[in-house]
Antibody, heavy 120, light 107 residues
Framework: QVQLVQSGAEVKKPGASVKLSCKTS????????IHWVRQTPGQGLEWMGW????????KYSQRFQGRVTITRDTSATTVYMELTRLRSEDSSVYFC?????????????WGQGTLLTVSS | DIQMTQSPSSLSAFVGDRVTVTCRAS??????LNWYQQKPGNAPTLLIF???TVHSGVPSRFSGSGSGTDFTLTITSLQPEDSAIYYC??????????FGPGTKVEI
């Protein structure tokens, strides 16, 4: 079955960087795009960016442009999201999500989420 | 950028009630509208896509309608396990997506 397993919780200081991982299994890795979404405590869901896993193309939300980089390792069937110049407002739960099997754009499978805490 | 709004932000209803959540897009998104359910401590799960198609395994008491800028999620005969936050999501501008702010449904 399709699984997206994310890396564990992180604690970082302001100004630092963090690289979160999303290990996938149960399907052909290069056939499906992966998105990253974050959720600040008590707040809603915010789309951060996307990678076309087959060719490595990416697109990022303007809000994170210049601070976020999404990459993938096809041999490890893993997608990574790096966020730099961290600030306290980046303390959130970060989710990876896989698109569906058909043409219609939706998020069919989600990782369990990774809690990032940014604090001095 | 397309902005999404939802109303109400929260509601309380009884088991067996019919509940309606509204989602509005800042511009025409045709029928590229999805609904997700999120329970505390869990990732969101897909409920409805393309405005009105119920995802596999989702109970038939969930339905969606609308087009253009105005959309509705309806839960007929509310059940205790439906207590959650419901988010709409526009996928018209894929791969860029936008979520609504969410509607908390309490039983």
């Amino acid at each position: 079955q399709v699984q997206l397993v994310q890396s564990g919780a992180e604690v970082k200081k302001p100004g630092a960087s963090v690289k979160l991982s999303c290990k996938t299994s149960g399907y052909t890795f290069t056939n499906y795009a992966i998105h990253w979404v974050r959720q600040t405590p008590g707040q809603g869901l915010e789309w951060m960016g996307w990678i076309s896993v087959g060719n490595g193309n990416t697109k990022y939300s303007q809000r994170f442009q210049g601070r976020v980089t999404i990459t993938r390792d096809t041999s490890a069937t893993t997608v990574y999201m790096e966020l730099t110049r961290l600030r306290s407002e980046d303390s959130s739960v970060y989710f990876c999500a896989r698109v569906g099997s058909g043409w219609y754009p939706l998020f069919e499978y989600w990782g369990q989420g990774t809690l990032l805490t940014v604090s001095s | 950028d397309i902005q999404m709004t939802q109303s109400p932000s929260s509601l309380s209803a009884f088991v067996g009630d019919r509940v309606t959540v509204t989602c509005r897009a800042s511009q025409n998104i045709t029928t590229f509208l999805n609904w997700y359910q999120q329970k505390p401590g869990n990732a969101p799960t897909l409920l409805i896509f393309a405005t009105s198609t119920v995802h596999s395994g989702v109970p038939s008491r969930f339905s969606g309608s609308g087009s253009g800028t105005d959309f509705t999620l309806t839960i007929t005969s509310l059940q205790p396990e439906d207590s959650a936050i419901y988010y709409c999501q526009q996928s018209y501008t894929t791969p860029v997506f936008t979520f609504g702010p969410g509607t908390k449904v309490e039983i």
